[in-house]
């Protein structure tokens, strides 16, 4: 009975240790879920809903980005959601605690009122857009200067004829107030601002404003590049192109940066989204392939009075 009394209790101790290596293991899985839902885990550990409203000139990019994002591994239980509705209302929703992001084509400062609301918004520019015009291909014009620009979505030039083109009355297909898309133009092509025009439509989205124009009979508006195809006759801006390299040079004046705010430095999700829009991933491949430039392609820089420094 002795002699066992060592062998019993080798085994006893042997599994005590195991018992509390289990122990430990159990733990750390516990302190690994609690760490996750304070944020505060690591990247193969997060988790979240993000919301980001607002521009549609900048919702493509975003779209694209958020699938490749949520399909990668240590993402798996992050929720990419984009929605349009203009730079507008993803500057208002965001700031109101609406939406994790607000996408937009201006400087929050530009669309939101309130100035202390706008200082507590946290600018991540992620892209540049350039808008161009674009017409009915059956409008019989290819150039416009920014006075004819002008004249036509201020109601002065009514048809076609009058810049060269047909003999066809103008419809111009517009965006609403809220729209950064409708500030960059109006700001860079036009130097004014318009009022809406009676027989003038007036869309929230640019790919309906793309569908119109291609459609309508002597239809214009405006659209990010993102958006042209061979559907829709891009008119040269004072005999420039709208092209990337015109835009990098500075030579092509209608452009702005893509802007996706967060109400305050954001969580770690939405900051590793964030941070995959601005990777290697995101800028060299998506960017330019939805007709974007990415911001370290850009020659010149703009603030957000306007002012372009080289």
Not at 136 to 162: C, H, P, R, Y
Request: charged content about 20%.
């Amino acid at each position: 009975m002795f002699k066992k009394l060592p062998f019993i209790l080798m085994t006893l101790t042997f599994v005590l240790v195991l018992a509390a290596c289990g122990s430990k293991n159990d733990a750390g899985t516990t302190n690994g879920a609690a760490s996750n839902g304070s944020g505060e885990g690591t990247a193969a550990e997060l988790s979240g809903n993000i919301l980001a409203v607002g521009s549609t000139a900048l919702q493509p990019l975003v779209e694209q980005a958020g699938q490749k994002f949520m399909a990668v591994d240590q993402y798996k239980n992050v929720t990419v959601q984009v929605q349009g509705g203009g730079s507008g209302t993803g500057l208002t929703q965001v700031s109101d605690g609406q939406a994790t992001i607000g996408n937009s084509d201006v400087f929050a400062e530009e669309k939101l009122k309130d100035e202390a609301k706008a200082k507590e918004l946290v600018d991540h520019q992620v892209a540049v857009v350039a808008i161009a015009p674009v017409s009915n291909k059956d409008a019989g014009v290819t150039d416009l200067t920014k006075e004819q620009l002008v004249d036509i979505f201020s109601g002065k030039i009514k048809n076609w004829k009058d810049v060269g083109g047909k003999d066809q009355a103008i419809v111009i297909v517009n965006r609403p107030s809220s729209s950064g898309t409708r500030a960059t133009f109006e700001n860079f092509a036009l130097g004014t601002k318009v009022e809406d025009i009676q027989g003038s439509i007036q869309e929230d989205s640019s790919g309906t404003v793309k569908k119109l124009v291609s459609e309508t009979p002597g239809a214009i508006g405006y659209l990010a590049l993102s958006y042209l195809d061979d559907s829709l006759q891009v008119l040269k801006y004072g005999g420039v192109e709208a092209t990337v390299e015109n835009v990098e040079a500075g030579k092509y004046p209608v452009w702005a940066y893509q802007h996706m705010y967060t109400k305050g430095e954001p969580d770690a999700a939405t900051k590793a989204f964030l941070d995959y829009m601005l990777s290697d991933e995101i800028q060299q491949n998506d960017v330019k392939e939805l007709g974007y430039i990415p911001v370290s392609g850009m020659k010149v820089k703009r603030d957000a009075a306007g002012n372009v420094t080289q």
